[in-house]
């Protein structure tokens, strides 16, 4: 059964030094809240993983908490560049970067692999690509009743995933509607998973699209209300664009970025950093 | 309502990549130039294309413009909204999208696209997104429309990076590799259209915009850019799709504040 | 775009003799009104597909419309055996039936790579079993990453899939809803598919637990309200329990069946057949 | 109100299993005698089940026993309700159930089950219904719980089909497969409860019920029945226990009219 506790209480029992975390999140239900708080525990060698790294990774990145990013799309939705992310790739700063590099199509399947326990997944993919020689977790695999040739890739367990939802319950079942991208599938991937949600209620009224995570399929929630800004949590909030378009002048510059990080790290609130 | 009858070539390019959209076409849309795109076509001449983006929204119907590919207005007016795994596996992957909108960070001549890196992969120059869902928009699309603003820099002889493969080096490499898509059918810039030679694979110069010169075409491409032997003129944008077009615009940038 | 016809032109077009068809239904919205139209048609040498087939296969089989059956649990629910089928396997009347036969597992990711234009799928399954070596769709693969062998198994792509659901508006999109079961996916891995369904509504109400099939991933629409009698549509019918038990006494006798056929032939309702 | 606390061998034998059930444990459930001894521990010492159906209903709280393995009731209690695929792939076959609930057609000494045909495969004397969800159930589960009416016919020396595996030809072989799960730790009938041997594997008379001998246990078995050191008595079913499971079973038989 899921345990209900605080967020750095959350942080502090399930992200370890060095371990795998996946933060998932596509463009809703984005968990910042709990990338920040990995930030303010000075979490180190992290290897993040994620389809669609944005904001929250580049401020990760930034603050100097991963030695390698796993994932298919990197970037400032609407915007451009993550600005954290390119500085580490191209200069190596604060620290170097390795990257592992896979479409979403590759990236979707490996989180499906890790939900089902399975080794890895098949899909049509990569072929004519330079990912195939540059990302060693891509291989050939032959059909054995036709003979062609396809696409394999790796599960992917975390050691953690964090999702953000709107809602859970008492006993600690997690319910999120709208678009629910992949969050599904990198929790039951992981060995041990953190939800934040809006808020608790007395019961989850079942809705059209959701997603119910069972309480035992979960291990921390976290009540953080607004832990998905700046990106939204649908029927609570909006996504808060302004904050995407300031990350990337405070992103730019790394004294900038300095400064921002002072301001989390001793505990400003988020949306009070831009 | 008066409307201005001016335009920027940004609107031609939307205008014109919206035309290449028909009927009840099922379309994989990227944000950004090819969303403006495909919306513009269903707020006009289309409007029983099916907008499919990679977030999982089946049939969306946005009333303006999204912000992101995952933005709330795509999942509330969408038939269906599924996962991630399932829009690639159940729905791209199978063949069942017939046209593919992409971006481009660079576009070579044989029309394989680069949004990963400028330079090395391993000591790039620029780092840029990466691949998202483009490999497998590329490979199992019906036919691929690439949007895209022309320049040398973009326009290169040789992509320093396949991120999602055109026609690779040339006529019979997509057979080669058992893609199922035709591949990119059309490049459509603020200058003209660019298309696939039947024989040489190669993308040249088949339309122009208002305005534009094969000369102005040339000098915006990085391989000397072939034309077609019936090289054809765009329409200008009409008055309705310049005002849809705007309309749409306008009601981002409002949310955007 | 999904058509809507009625069931006899339905089945007149999409079904053709030799066909491998697949009426697929989890205990829920089972396609029984279709399937008994195809023997009112007199289509022979299908190959029929189901993880579980139940009564309308027993009827199908004892009509002679099959050659094969591939499936994974075979039975009248809460009653007992299915004597046709059994008559077809142990004595080959009316004809013999070939059987290919897997587990629930293994069908289900038979489906699945069906719905995602791959040629197999891989699991973990069947290990152990005397199946392996009765049915040649179940072979090894290796993974390229670990080395581990599991489990393959073919696609499957039914060149009809017919399913029943609860709604569909008049654009031809289909909504189903509780036990949804492998539908979704039986659908999407046919070359055609029939959906009947309940009634034709204005507009399709998002609800809890919906599966859409948009018009566009359809052939066809009919129109069949209680079309899944003796199995149930949530929210629209219960199941007929008597009909389960009385089907066991008509099947277990091949005169007492063919009195049966002869009805249903002559094109009496499927409700009074009993 | 009074209660007949005279019992049949078959309340008893849904008694003995549902005993076998505790705490929040995660149980996959079969339809038939699996399915009452289940939600006869849920309504009584095991309050915090959680029920598992293969169509796809997790957390299932019926208030009746469901009269198939896709009865509404489950859907309409469930916590949720994912498809078929998703049940076995994410949820059963990663590992995640702790109690896998199985009948038998035939079980054998090493646990081994057959619900697919009697006599040979291609010419049967009898054809069983098949595999179902049993094969990976039994893989995968934490362990494997199995409920099954005893008699020489039913429990024989060997199989005529493995259709799920116990410990296959004895120690080592789950092993040797990679199999996950630890296998078959109870088998309850009517006449008492058997248990593989920690060495052998093989099933031995554990538990008598109330008013059963041991000579009966082994006349219906068909190899010859070791019994265990610590031979036990079942507890007879309690007053409430009893209560509970015809309360359950009458309402299953109102549902079924």
């Given at each position: 059964?899921?345990?209900?506790?605080?967020l750095?209480?959350?942080?502090?029992?399930?992200?370890?030094?060095?371990?795998?975390?996946a933060l998932e999140g596509?463009?809703?239900l984005i968990p910042v809240a709990a990338g920040q708080e990995?930030?303010?525990?000075?979490?180190?060698?992290?290897?993040?993983?994620?389809?669609?790294?944005?904001?929250v990774?580049?401020?990760?990145?930034?603050?100097?908490?991963?030695?390698?990013?796993?994932?298919?799309?990197?970037?400032?939705?609407?915007?451009?560049?993550?600005?954290?992310?390119?500085?580490?790739?191209?200069?190596?700063?604060?620290?170097?970067?390795?990257?592992?590099?896979?479409?979403?199509?590759?990236?979707?399947?490996?989180?499906?692999?890790?939900?089902?326990?399975?080794?890895?997944?098949?899909?049509?993919?990569?072929?004519?690509?330079?990912?195939?020689?540059?990302?060693?977790?891509?291989?050939?695999?032959?059909?054995?009743?036709?003979?062609?040739?396809?696409?394999?890739?790796?599960?992917?367990?975390?050691?953690?995933t964090i999702v953000h939802a709107?809602?859970?319950?008492?006993?600690?079942?997690?319910?999120?509607?709208?678009?629910?991208?992949?969050q599904?599938?990198?929790?039951?991937?992981?060995?041990?998973?953190l939800v934040t949600?809006?808020?608790?209620?007395?019961?989850?009224?079942?809705?059209?699209?959701?997603?119910?995570?069972?309480?035992?399929?979960?291990?921390?929630?976290a009540?953080v209300?607004?832990g998905a800004?700046?990106s939204?949590?649908?029927?609570?909030?909006?996504?808060?664009?302004?904050?995407?378009?300031?990350?990337?002048?405070?992103?730019?510059?790394?004294?900038?970025?300095?400064?921002?990080?002072?301001?989390?790290?001793?505990?400003?609130?988020?949306?009070?950093?831009? | 309502?008066?409307?201005?009858?001016?335009?920027?070539?940004?609107?031609?390019?939307?205008?014109?990549?919206?035309?290449?959209?028909?009927?009840?076409?099922?379309?994989?849309?990227?944000?950004?130039?090819?969303?403006?795109?495909?919306?513009?076509?269903?707020?006009?001449?289309?409007?029983?294309?099916?907008?499919?983006?990679?977030?999982?929204?089946?049939?969306?119907?946005?009333?303006?413009?999204?912000?992101?590919?995952?933005?709330?207005?795509?999942?509330?007016?969408?038939?269906?909204?599924?996962?991630?795994?399932?829009?690639?596996?159940?729905?791209?992957?199978?063949?069942?999208?017939?046209?593919?909108?992409?971006?481009?960070?660079?576009?070579?001549?044989?029309?394989?696209?680069?949004?990963?890196?400028?330079?090395?992969?391993?000591?790039?120059?620029?780092?840029?997104?990466?691949?998202?869902?483009?490999?497998?928009?590329?490979?199992?699309?019906?036919?691929?429309?690439?949007?895209?603003?022309?320049?040398?820099?973009?326009?290169?002889?040789?992509?320093?990076?396949?991120?999602?493969?055109?026609?690779?080096?040339?006529?019979?490499?997509?057979?080669?590799?058992?893609?199922?898509?035709?591949?990119?059918?059309?490049?459509?810039?603020?200058?003209?259209?660019?298309?696939?030679?039947?024989?040489?694979?190669?993308?040249?110069?088949?339309?122009?915009?208002?305005?534009?010169?094969?000369?102005?075409?040339?000098?915006?491409?990085?391989?000397?850019?072939?034309?077609?032997?019936?090289?054809?003129?765009?329409?200008?944008?009409?008055?309705?799709?310049?005002?849809?077009?705007?309309?749409?615009?306008?009601?981002?940038?409002?949310?955007?504040?």
């Amino acid at each position: 059964m899921a345990e209900i506790v605080s967020l750095s209480e959350a942080v502090r029992q399930l992200v370890r030094d060095g371990d795998t975390v996946a933060l998932e999140g596509f463009t809703h239900l984005i968990p910042v809240a709990a990338g920040q708080e990995i930030i303010r525990q000075g979490r180190l060698d992290l290897t993040l993983v994620r389809m669609t790294p944005d904001i929250v990774y580049d401020q990760l990145i930034g603050a100097g908490c991963a030695r390698k990013l796993v994932f298919s799309w990197g970037g400032n939705p609407g915007v451009g560049s993550l600005h954290r992310f390119r500085d580490a790739v191209e200069h190596a700063w604060p620290r170097p970067l390795a990257i592992e590099e896979h479409s979403h199509a590759g990236m979707a399947n490996r989180y499906v692999a890790g939900a089902s326990g399975l080794p890895f997944a098949v899909l049509r993919g990569y072929r004519g690509t330079d990912l195939v020689e540059h990302t060693a977790t891509i291989r050939e695999i032959t059909c054995p009743f036709t003979g062609e040739v396809l696409a394999a890739v790796p599960a992917i367990n975390p050691d953690v995933t964090i999702v953000h939802a709107q809602q859970a319950d008492h006993d600690g079942n997690v319910q999120m509607w709208g678009i629910t991208g992949v969050q599904n599938e990198a929790v039951l991937a992981a060995r041990s998973s953190l939800v934040t949600v809006e808020e608790v209620v007395e019961r989850l009224e079942p809705r059209p699209g959701a997603v119910v995570l069972p309480s035992w399929s979960i291990t921390n929630v976290a009540v953080v209300p607004g832990g998905a800004h700046p990106s939204y949590a649908h029927g609570y909030s909006d996504r808060d664009n302004a904050y995407y378009r300031h990350w990337d002048a405070i992103s730019r510059d790394r004294a900038e970025f300095g400064r921002w990080l002072d301001g989390i790290r001793s505990g400003h609130a988020t949306t009070a950093g831009v | 309502m008066t409307v201005d009858v001016s335009y920027s070539t940004d609107e031609m390019m939307s205008v014109a990549a919206a035309r290449r959209l028909h009927g009840g076409s099922r379309c994989f849309v990227g944000i950004g130039l090819p969303s403006t795109a495909a919306n513009l076509a269903r707020a006009t001449h289309a409007p029983d294309l099916v907008l499919v983006y990679e977030s999982g929204t089946l049939g969306a119907k946005p009333g303006r413009l999204p912000l992101s590919i995952g933005d709330g207005v795509l999942a509330d007016t969408a038939d269906s909204v599924v996962t991630v795994p399932e829009i690639f596996n159940y729905w791209l992957q199978p063949g069942r999208i017939d046209v593919g909108f992409l971006g481009a960070a660079q576009i070579d001549r044989f029309a394989n696209i680069n949004t990963t890196v400028v330079g090395r992969y391993h000591k790039p120059t620029v780092r840029l997104p990466g691949a998202g869902g483009a490999p497998e928009i590329a490979a199992s699309c019906g036919e691929v429309v690439v949007v895209v603003r022309q320049s040398p820099r973009t326009f290169v002889e040789r992509v320093d990076f396949v991120t999602s493969i055109g026609y690779g080096a040339g006529p019979g490499d997509r057979e080669r590799l058992g893609l199922r898509g035709a591949g990119p059918t059309a490049v459509i810039t603020e200058l003209g259209v660019l298309q696939p030679d039947l024989d040489s694979r190669e993308l040249v110069l088949t339309h122009l915009h208002p305005g534009v010169t094969v000369k102005q075409a040339q000098a915006a491409t990085g391989w000397p850019l072939a034309v077609a032997a019936d090289l054809q003129r765009s329409d200008p944008p009409t008055e309705h799709e310049l005002v849809v077009l705007r309309r749409l615009q306008a009601s981002q940038a409002e949310e955007a504040e």
